[in-house]
């Protein structure tokens, strides 16, 4: 079992920059992919990016290309979300969600195992 918690979230303005934090308390998170989905209000949840158990592989949103950066530290089984330039439209509640195995289907939400409970970014304008 992996438990995921979510951290860094808070009320920023437009063009700031925010770094979210995903860790686990178990080893095993190590060997995990770790995406990072968002669930504005009023929409479903969407993807944002994900990144390799080694951090050698990363996949972001077009949405948000250019702008997030995905990097991770195994030895503090800890994952982070460096949200830089942000728009009122990345307002939203971020969620962290790992998974073993491939990387197939990164975008979609039944591949991953596990899940924080969120943290909210806001946005102003």
């Known amino acids: 079992q992996v438990q995921l918690v979510e951290s860094g979230g808070g009320l920023v303005q437009a063009g700031g920059s925010l770094r979210l934090s995903c860790a686990a308390s178990s080893r095993t998170f190590r060997n995990c992919h770790v995406a990072w989905f968002r669930r504005a209000p009023g929409k479903e949840r969407e993807f944002v990016g994900v990144i390799s158990w080694n951090g050698g592989i990363t996949y972001h949103a077009e949405s948000t290309k250019g702008r997030f950066t995905l990097s991770r530290d195994n030895d503090k089984n800890t994952v982070y979300l460096q949200m830089n330039s942000l728009k009122p439209e990345d307002t939203a509640v971020y969620y962290c969600?790992?998974?073993?195995?491939?990387?197939?289907?990164?975008?979609?939400?039944?591949?991953?195992?596990?899940w924080g409970q969120g943290t909210q970014v806001t946005v102003s304008s």
């Open positions: 969600a790992a998974r073993i195995g491939s990387l197939t289907e990164y975008a979609r939400e039944a591949r991953y195992d596990y």
